[in-house]
């Protein structure tokens, strides 16, 4: 009876471990990759059934409180890898042009550490997702990501913590006033205009932070 139970776990565990986590970071070549993704879709609804227990708090990063609602942030390290495909489908709906499947895996595992998303009701609510470049010219740290609104501030610590970083740069849509707004708000200044940046044709504009 025993034997029959753990090899019944042991298949949800792989079910999991192959359908769920479309960015496993796994020695796999781009093609099995690609179809991981698009089984995981297929799947999501039946592994969601094997995840009804509550998320451990141990995990968590910061919880942050917003009209008395309770909100998880997580690292990537730590973040649960069952709502991989609630984050990404995030990630597809709200950004005008979001990343390219291969380079979002590539920035997960080299900097999971500074990757923040947020749980609410069982769905990833926001998602920050950063890199560290270095500018040879005069050695200065730049950091480009999309950041949703609360986890400006967090992911700004946890990359002056990690990297000592002195700037941040994005860039965001000329037309999107109200992104820009948000980013001058918070220090942000336009620096320079990028015509036809975006493939629909939209220009860009490219903001910059000191620290």
Do not use: W
Not at 38 to 59: G, M, Q
Not at 163 to 173: D, F, Q, R, S
């Amino acid at each position: 009876m025993n034997n029959e139970v753990v090899s019944e776990q042991d298949e949800i565990n792989n079910k999991v471990e192959n359908y769920i986590n479309p960015f496993v970071l796994a020695d796999i070549s781009d093609l099995d990759f690609e179809k991981s993704i698009e089984k995981s879709f297929e799947c999501n609804t039946t592994i969601s059934e094997f995840y009804n227990e509550s998320l451990p708090k141990k995990d968590v990063y910061h919880t942050m409180f917003f009209d008395e609602k309770e909100i998880d942030i997580y690292q990537f390290r730590t973040f649960p890898k069952n709502y991989l495909n609630s984050m990404y489908n995030l990630l597809s709906t709200e950004l005008s042009e979001p990343y390219n499947i291969f380079l979002l895996k590539t920035v997960l595992n080299d900097y999971g550490e500074i990757a923040l998303m947020c749980i609410f009701e069982e769905q990833c609510v926001g998602a920050v997702i950063s890199k560290i470049t270095t500018k040879c010219k005069n050695d200065e740290t730049i950091t480009f990501g999309y950041i949703c609104s609360y986890l400006l501030n967090e992911s700004i610590k946890l990359m002056q913590n990690i990297y000592g970083i002195n700037e941040i740069h994005l860039e965001a849509e000329a037309t999107n006033y109200p992104t820009l707004r948000f980013y001058e708000k918070n220090g942000f200044i336009r620096v320079k205009r990028k015509p036809y940046y975006y493939l629909s044709g939209v220009d860009a504009f490219k903001l910059k932070k000191i620290l």
